[in-house]
């Protein structure tokens, strides 16, 4: 099993419409949880953080955490075309021995 | 502030060279982290420093390693370059306490563009 998994997409949304990316990990040990965006050949850029169980908002960017479910996602809402990157889920390993673990990614393609 | 910064930002290598990639990370960070990501997939872990001793190292062979500087900063060497080398090298930093349950945030470099030919 994958210690962090995310549909690879692309996934496609029109312009002003919610995007939903959904990450899960198998550490039940992680604490910290994170989004990163990243453009095409650009470095990941951090959007959000999340520790506790429930929502996390951040003007248009809402993270979401169950860590009963092993879940953890993002919610866009109003997604623009400037939105369109891979979205990447990074979540603490410590019961792996390394610190940050990144999913595979998720291609969001924002429709004007 | 500045952010972490990485030099060079291109680095074009002949196989069989030896490549020294360099990374500054955000002042009071103690701990970097090195990625490998080849073009168009998800970022590989490589190494992990924190207050100069390496704490982990990725699924990568030996010819790859590195150290962290006094100072913080740390430098990723890659020896007997081959062609599958040529990816995006990622720096981070965070405040990560070793031993905690819990991360900072950590946050990127612009990245050295290594190029075996």
């Known amino acids: 099993q994958k210690e962090v998994e995310q549909n690879s997409g692309p996934l496609s949304v029109p312009e002003g419409a919610i995007a939903s990316l959904n990450c899960t990990y198998s550490d039940r040990g992680s604490q910290s949880f994170f989004w990163y965006r990243q453009y095409s050949g650009k470095s990941p850029e951090l959007i959000m953080f999340i520790y506790s169980n429930g929502d996390k908002e951040d003007g248009r960017f809402t993270a979401q955490l169950n860590k009963a479910s092993q879940y953890v996602s993002l919610l866009i809402r109003d997604s623009q075309p400037s939105d369109s990157a891979t979205y990447l889920c990074?979540?603490?390993?410590?019961?792996?021995?390394?610190?940050?673990?990144f999913g595979p990614g998720t291609r969001l393609s924002v429709l004007p | 502030e500045a952010g972490v910064t990485q030099s060079p930002t291109h680095l074009i290598k002949t196989r069989g060279q030896q490549a020294t990639l360099r990374c500054s990370p955000i002042s009071g960070h103690t701990s970097v982290y090195w990625y490998q990501q080849a073009l168009g997939l998800g970022l590989q872990f490589l190494l992990w420093y924190d207050e100069g001793e390496e704490r982990n190292r990725g699924n990568f062979p030996p010819r790859f390693s590195g150290r962290q500087f006094p100072n913080y900063s740390s430098e990723l060497n890659v020896n007997a370059l081959e062609l599958e080398d040529s990816a995006l090298y990622l720096c981070?930093?965070?405040?990560?306490?070793?031993?905690?349950?819990?991360?900072?945030?950590?946050?990127f470099g612009q990245g050295t563009r290594l190029t075996v030919v």
């Open positions: 981070a930093s965070s405040l990560a306490v070793v031993g905690s349950n819990k991360n900072t945030e950590a946050f």
């Open positions: 990074a979540v603490n390993a410590y019961n792996y021995g390394q610190n940050f673990v």
